[in-house]
């Protein structure tokens, strides 16, 4: 299992051939309640940087960006009735959607835990 | 993740109050060139709901607060109606109106709370309008002595069903002070100016302070039980489901009162009178409508809309555009408000809101999205 984390604090972990995203602690932390989540339907291609799902807070609306190129395999359903599990689990149950990797070695190139930790330390 | 909230560096002012904001761990952020407090770690959700539940405090010391004096406060009276559409004639001594700076053209320049006093009128104006206010009213105010308190002076707004209990404590009678109207008093010894006003449609006061002395009356105010600090996110929720108006977003120059849905401020004596600037226009709008108006939208689901988000009829014509939107945490759902043409207007009216280019259908809809619970007595 790999985790990696990218500077828009997106986080990608990666089990066998599929890998599940999601916004990280610090991101849920600075965007506040979240009252909205608009994730990719199955089936859907994303590139790297690229918008992949939406985020609304009661303030502002975010974009989600894919961390790699690849397609969308599920999108995490439970966040339609309850997108606050963004806030209160946004490692485990608020993870926003599932995807394949069509360039997996774009996954080197994104931080590891221990470096997105001093990048955020650093912000 | 992104988004588009930009942090220009700029030399921002403080209140009064800004150290008391660090020290309770406020998140801050640039507003019309103040630092202020967004949230508290209470967050923007639960703020909201505070203020809606028991009471909230809010340093609204950015705001413009300006004494008027002259010959006479009649003097003074009849100067500053030729400037705004409001009766400001038919105020008794410590009683408040909600009105409008117009321009020429009917639109509005800013919206203020002007208080008559017995021997000055206060009004209270936009932080982000304070400069062109002033020029404006030295430029149009004949006789009148303008003083601008700045930053000799701290406003603190104390809002929410618990707001009459909390003053009543610290200034006996305070329960009772009719809506919209202004007194003064001493809170342990520390001298204030308040009135039974505020900005979230609950009942409420907003209270006027030396500088100096507003850390102490804030700590005051917070030491009590029902009382949590609220930051400049929940206080845009509130307003926006108590439908009131934010300047520069559901009001400005290229708006008139009676697009806003403002003709309520305008009373029959102003509105057969005029001698404001812009009267004829308004006059006319009075008679004869409008081309569009202010309302109330619903979406349907979920997703909120924000502002500058079009607004389409069932054909795919844009009608109009969203000015305010976001999440209403006590409707516990999407609230919003736009223009809309005037054919489009009724409550229930379908339309849809084109967010992130898919159509999101929504209704027009009355407002408040939260009933005002201002005090009747």
């Known amino acids: 299992m790999t985790i990696r984390f990218t500077k828009d604090h997106e986080w990608i972990k990666l089990e066998g051939d599929v890998a599940t995203v999601g916004i990280t602690d610090y991101a849920q932390h600075a965007l506040g309640d979240v009252v909205f989540v608009e994730v990719p339907e199955a089936g859907k291609a994303l590139s790297q940087g690229k918008d992949a799902a939406v985020v609304e807070s009661v303030k502002a609306a975010s974009e989600v960006y894919a961390p790699v190129d690849g397609t969308v395999t599920e999108g995490n359903a439970a966040l339609a009735d309850e997108p606050a599990l963004v806030n209160t689990d946004p490692t485990g149950k608020g993870w926003f959607f599932k995807m394949t990797l069509s360039n997996p070695s774009q996954l080197d190139a994104l931080m590891d835990e221990e470096a997105y930790k001093s990048y955020v330390e650093g912000l | 993740m992104g988004n588009d909230a930009g942090t220009a560096p700029e030399t921002l002012l403080q209140t009064p109050l800004h ?164 007194t003064t008093a001493s809170i342990n010894g520390i001298p204030v100016q308040f009135s039974r006003s505020g900005y979230t449609g609950e009942d409420g006061f907003e209270i006027s302070v030396a500088a100096r002395d507003s850390e102490a009356l804030a700590r005051l105010l917070l030491a009590q039980p029902e009382v949590a600090p609220i930051g400049l996110g929940a206080r845009d929720s509130l307003r926006l489901e108590a439908g009131l108006c934010l300047y520069g977003h559901d009001i400005d120059e290229t708006t008139t009162p009676i697009e806003a849905g403002l003709a309520w401020t305008i009373s029959k004596r102003r509105r057969a009178e005029g001698g404001f600037l812009g009267a004829a226009i308004i006059q006319a709008q009075l008679q004869n409508g409008t081309t569009r108006k202010r309302v109330g939208i619903l979406p349907e689901g979920r997703q909120p809309a924000r502002e500058h988000t079009d607004i389409q009829d069932q054909d795919g014509r844009v009608i109009g555009q969203v000015t305010s939107g976001g999440f209403g945490p006590t409707a516990n759902g999407p609230v919003a408000m736009g223009y809309v043409a005037t054919a489009q207007a009724a409550v229930g009216t379908p339309v849809n809101l084109i967010v992130r280019g898919k159509p999101l259908a929504a209704k027009v809809a009355a407002m408040p999205f939260a009933p005002h619970r201002y005090f009747k007595g």
Not at chain 2, 60 to 76: D, F, K, Y
């Open chain 2, 19 to 182: 150290s008391l904001h660090r020290e309770l761990g406020a998140k801050m952020v640039p507003f019309a060139g103040y630092d202020m407090p967004v949230q508290y770690p209470m967050g923007v959700l639960k703020e909201h709901l505070h203020t809606r539940h028991q009471a909230g405090l809010f340093d609204v010391s950015h705001m413009g607060q300006v004494r008027l004096r002259g010959a006479s406060v009649e003097a003074v009276i009849a100067a500053l109606e030729a400037l705004v559409p409001g009766d400001v004639a038919a105020l008794a001594p410590g009683r408040i109106r909600y009105t409008m700076f117009t321009d020429a053209q009917g639109g509005i320049l800013d919206d203020l709370m002007v208080t008559r006093f017995d021997d000055h009128v206060y009004v209270v104006i936009n932080a982000g309008r304070k400069r062109a206010d002033l020029a404006h009213m030295a430029e149009n105010l004949p006789g009148v002595e303008i003083e601008y308190l700045g930053d000799d002076a701290g406003l603190l707004a104390l809002q929410g069903p618990a707001a009459a209990t909390v003053m009543a404590r610290l200034v006996p009678g305070a329960e009772a002070m009719p809506f919209m109207s202004a």
